[in-house]
């Protein structure tokens, strides 16, 4: 009985098991794994990449997380195709030559996160292809041939984060283009054939944090390009070798943390775009013909930590170039033609733990002793400076030299004006006077001058400091007379030497040029000037300024009387008429008792006008 029980119970808990294991066997195998695939049923993933595939297979396994299409012969997405798939993750479709996508081509794939069409012939997204991915949260559309984003091409794409368009060809990019795109973080556009930025279709953008511009098509990026991007955090323009200037404004409303311009055509630093930016940590200006670096225009951007300029063509990095920059920390100018860098162009030398140096002409002088004694704290990036302009130190790394060298190595000599003897520059007033200044020293001395008042001459004007060390006076002048001092310093010291100029005043002779006949002259009573010095006047002047002096009187007397009729007439109490009493003497001294009659009888009558 009991073994009859237990027989029974065997046979049910087999027959349990056999369903069981039918059923999880079907659930394996019920799917069947399309031919030209190849199925990891683990990980629910369909790899049909490189499968000749004309189009995309149907009975496709529904529970299918990552569909791999790439690299195939594909060239529509029809109408809901992918409808059997909700619990697809990722679907990849590039690499193959889809030119066209329906409406509603993805319609049912609720739970898709990524899509990827990169590399296909998309020339147009028409509206509501992409109706129906609610949780779609990257799109790469990049390397196709579209033309133009229209009115609410992405308008379903609500959970969308990210969108990969480079490498197209677009032209016009509508105002409502990116209407609905509330989740948009970071957005990656080609710009070659557009002339300008899309300014308003940005202005849907309120949430977008990375903004990636290639190849934009235009050499001026005008002002107020992205006024609605507040939030924008990360601006990189790259590879647009026709930009050649932001104008003053055309940052203005961004609140950027990292800024890149590379590849470009800028000559020199935007100091004046940048200016808002007061929140800027990294600036890469790297490949963009930039010369200079100038000192103390970087003032603003108190929080800029990175300065990337690799491949410039920068000669000069004036010393305070970095002033204010507390928090500045990495360098990087490898591959420029620098002869050197000096530490006055720091804020602070011992902030800096990054530098590139290497492939620049450097001179290895005195003025790069500052980099010696941090060489251990300093990364150079695996490539620490060369020297390559003095011959015994030619291609020595600076990390090479020990101690004990040097103090030999890495030297400056002080600067030695060679023209020594005192000089005295004679001239007639009228003439051009050049006094020379030679000076010798390592590094070359820049020459300086000052003017008798101790002021710096500029290279340009009529007292010109030129850039041979020599100082030009065109059209002396009495006045410029005194003593001139020409400064030579370099990163070593200074030499200075006086000269000075004399300039003789014209001869008062019949010689001077613009006397003529018929002038009189007068010495000026000006005490500032030489008592030489003369005014001249002549008689047809004299009686130009009288007539005019005569005219301009009447016409004033005039207007005094046209404004007192109008002040008269514009008083409506005032009576008109005037009268006037006058007694002549005799009257009065012979009639004593008749006085009334008299008066009544002398009186008159005036109208004003
Ligand atoms: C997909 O299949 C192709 C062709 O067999 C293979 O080369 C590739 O490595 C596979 N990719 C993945 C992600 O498994
Ligand atoms: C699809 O397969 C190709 C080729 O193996 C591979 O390069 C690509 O990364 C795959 N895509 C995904 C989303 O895994
Ligand atoms: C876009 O610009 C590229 C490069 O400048 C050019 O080859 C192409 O013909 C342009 N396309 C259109 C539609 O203008
Ligand atoms: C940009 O704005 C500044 C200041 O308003 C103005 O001086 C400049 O001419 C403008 N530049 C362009 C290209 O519109
Ligand atoms: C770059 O700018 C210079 C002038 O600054 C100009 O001569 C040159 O043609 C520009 N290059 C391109 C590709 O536009
Ligand atoms: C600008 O950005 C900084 C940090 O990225 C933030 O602290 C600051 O509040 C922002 N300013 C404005 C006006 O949004
Ligand atoms: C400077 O930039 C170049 C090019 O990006 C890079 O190769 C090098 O390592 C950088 N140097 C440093 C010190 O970061
Ligand atoms: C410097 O240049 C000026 C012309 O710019 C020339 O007159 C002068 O002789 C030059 N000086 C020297 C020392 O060569
Ligand atoms: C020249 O050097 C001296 C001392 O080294 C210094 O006091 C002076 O300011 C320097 N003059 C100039 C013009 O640099």
Known sequence: MFEGIAVLRWLCWGAVYLLA??????????????????????????NCSGSQLARVPDDLPPNTKLLNLTRNRITALV???????????????????????????????????????????????????????????LL?????????????????????????????????????AFAGLTSLHELHLDGCNLTAVPTEAFTQLSGLRSLHFHQLGFATLQNYSFRQLGRLKELVITRSRWLETLAANSLFGLNLTSLTIKQCNLSAVPYVPLHPLVYL???????????????????DMLRLRELHLVGCSLLRIEIEAFKGLAHFKLLNVSGNLLTTLEAGAFHSVDNLRTLGLDNNPLACDCRLLWVVPRRQHLDFGGNPPTCSTSVHLQGRYVLDF??????????????????????????DQGHTAVMYCIAEGDPVPSVTWLSPQLKTLSPIGRIRAVSNGSLEV???QPQDS??????????????????????????SSSK?????????TFPSASPGVNGNQIITFDVRTLLVVATIGLLSFFSSVSVCFIFMFFWSKSKGQIKHTATIAYVPRSTVASSNGGKGNCVEKNRFTMKLI
């Open 21 to 46: 294991v039918s059923v999880a066997l079907s659930s394996e195998t019920l799917p069947p794994c399309p031919q030209s695939c190849r199925c990891n049923a683990a990980l629910q993933e369909l």
């Open 79 to 137: 109408q809901r195709k992918f409808q059997s798939l909700p619990q697809l993750l990722d679907l990849d479709l590039s690499d193959n030559i889809v030119a066209v996508m329906e409406v509603e081509a993805f319609l049912g794939l609720e739970r898709l996160v990524t899509l990827r069409l990169a590399r296909n012939r998309l020339k147009l997204i028409p509206v509501g292809v992409f109706a129906g991915l609610p949780k779609l949260k």
């Open 140 to 176: 790469d559309i990049s390397s196709n041939e579209i033309l133009v984003f229209i009115d609410f091409t992405f308008r379903h794409l609500t959970a969308l984060q990210f969108i990969k368009a480079t490498d197209n060809e677009l032209v016009f990019i509508s105002h409502q």
């Open 281 to 299: 940590v990294y600036l890469d200006l790297s490949f963009n013909p930039i010369t200079d670096i100038h000192g103390n225009l970087f003032g």
């Open 402 to 427: 020990t101690e004990a060298e040097l103090p030999g190595l890495l030297t400056c000599r002080p600067p030695r004006i060679l023209n020594r003897k005192p000089q005295e520059v004679k001239v």
């Open 474 to 476: 065109h059209y002396a």
């Open 482 to 507: 005194g003593a001139y001092l020409c400064v030579a310093s370099n990163a070593a010291g200074n030499d200075s030497l006086p000269v000075s100029l004399h300039v003789r005043v014209f001869p």
């Open 512 to 520: 001077n040029p613009f006397r003529l006949k018929g002038w009189f």
